[in-house]
């Protein structure tokens, strides 16, 4: 049976563009600046993290890709920017319990 949109490489790249942008839609209001780099971070978390979270989980790339990069470009932008944005402070606060 032939995909119809063009194949799995097609289908998952129009996954990751269309998480992107419902990333940038559901954000709070931002300057172009940061709605290019919410958009460009989540397209490097689908590239980077979708197969390693895959394998890590065990699960079937056939059936599971397309959803872990719509997962990790919506989520990864986030986890990064926290990341960028957490000093040793935060770490220990957090793992103490504390907000």
Do not use: C
């Not at 940061?34 to 971070?41: N, P, R």
């Not at 689908?46 to 989520?75: C, G, Q």
């Amino acid at each position: 049976m032939k995909d119809q949109l063009g194949g799995p490489e097609v289908q998952y790249w129009l996954v990751v563009a269309l998480a992107a942008i419902i990333k940038v839609l559901t954000s709070a209001t931002l300057t172009w600046w940061k709605a290019i780099t919410t958009v460009l971070f989540a397209v490097f978390s689908a590239w980077v993290f979708t197969d390693p979270a895959l394998h890590f989980l065990a699960l079937e790339p056939e059936i599971y890709r397309n959803p872990m990069a719509a997962i990790m470009a919506l989520a990864g932008e986030g986890f990064m920017r926290w990341v960028v944005q957490t000093t040793p402070d935060k770490i220990i606060s957090l793992w103490r319990g504390k907000k």
